[in-house]
């Protein structure tokens, strides 16, 4: 099972994580794309290839189960996906 972490500095210097990176656009819709964690995009590249938060944060968890990567990173600095609006997670 993946686990999930609010902050980078839970994650081992070493460790194999995919972040989900939460935010809102302009339209004031959250939306989030998953990538490997410290990895380099623009906030275009960001909005291109996000999707509505929930949906992403279902996508990155098959992706974790699908490339073996055990932890991910639900980087929301501004609050936007709170505990309590994440999907149930499949187990």
Known sequence: MTRIIEH?????V??????????????GDVRACVVPADFAVTLDMMAEMSEPVAQAYRDALALCDK???TTLWVHDPLSLFPLG???EREV
């Open 8 to 12: 980078r500095d839970d994650a081992r």
């Open 14 to 27: 070493d460790e194999e994580l995919f972040e989900l990176r939460v935010f809102q656009l302009h339209d």
């Open 67 to 69: 490339e073996n990567v």
């Open 85 to 87: 609006d994440r999907p």
